[in-house]
């Protein structure tokens, strides 16, 4: 039986840079890297994948989150279905089969957003994201750029997609998956493009990834298992399938028993 892992990667303020390093070390050794994939991880799907995506945020952040959602789910392969949230935002606990993302003040740990991925290999088969407002309640942060291009960018990491780069300092490439200290592009620091919405690249990386397809398939990643939530905004599962959710959460108990974790911060 593969183990399960947990791993993180944390959008971070500068001072946090060169803690990408850990990055190599930590890498499953059995780990078959995929084009653009953090570590080779990556949602397993014999089609197109539709993941839940639980809102468990305050309303400051709706607008932000639905947009990405709707943005990465303009991807061939992908469909975010947002839907309410089935966890607590001071907790941020995972849920089989989804992603769960959550937002509150988590004190002064250094990052803006947090996404964790628990793998059996390189298959993830849930996710949590947390948007700190310990930060976004500064001025610095709190306009609608950096909350954009942080929720735009831990959806993506979310998917298994690593990150353009780490460099704060050089010039914009467009996208929401390349740190930099002004992501509206209005500053005059790091050029002129934003760095808010996920870019042309973006999709061509994540189509290298899910290209090849798996041979199994989380049954409630599996598109019109939930309905489509882009019709249905929020939209709450029937009693029927939050049991089939349920025997997933059963089923991964064993595994999750004799879990190691890892964290990697970037």
């Excluded at 990408?20 to 991880?41: K, R």
Aim: proline letters at 3%.
């Amino acid at each position: 039986m593969s183990r399960t892992l947990k791993v993180a990667v944390r959008r971070g303020m500068p001072l946090l840079a060169l803690a990408t390093a850990a990055m190599a070390a930590l890498s499953p050794a059995h780990a078959t890297l995929l084009p653009q994939s953090w570590n080779g991880y990556h949602w397993a799907h014999t089609g197109n994948l539709a993941i839940l995506v639980g809102h468990n945020t305050s309303s400051t952040w709706s607008s932000y989150l639905s947009s990405a959602e709707a943005k990465w789910s303009s991807d061939k392969y992908i469909d975010y279905i947002g839907m309410f949230g089935m966890t607590s935002a001071k907790s941020c606990s995972p849920i089989f089969g989804t992603i769960q993302v959550c937002s509150g003040n988590y004190g002064k740990t250094g990052w803006l957003g947090y996404t964790q991925v628990w793998t059996g290999g390189t298959q993830i088969n849930q996710a949590t994201i947390k948007l700190n407002d310990y930060y976004f309640s500064q001025a610095k942060y709190n306009n609608a750029y950096f909350r954009q291009q942080v929720i735009c960018q831990e959806l993506g990491n979310a998917l298994g997609l690593d990150d353009l780069d780490h460099i704060y300092t050089n010039t914009n490439a467009g996208t929401c998956m390349d740190y930099t200290n002004d992501p509206s592009g209005k500053k005059g620091t790091n050029g002129t493009r934003a760095n808010t919405t996920a870019s042309l690249t973006d999709f061509q990386r994540l189509d290298a990834i899910y290209a090849k397809k798996d041979s199994t398939q989380l049954a409630f990643t599996k598109p019109g298992v939930f309905g489509n939530a882009l019709a249905v905004p929020d939209a709450v599962p029937e009693p029927a399938s939050w049991m089939t959710m349920l025997i997933g959460f059963l089923g991964l108990g064993a595994s999750l028993r004799r879990s190691r974790k890892a964290a990697v911060a970037a």
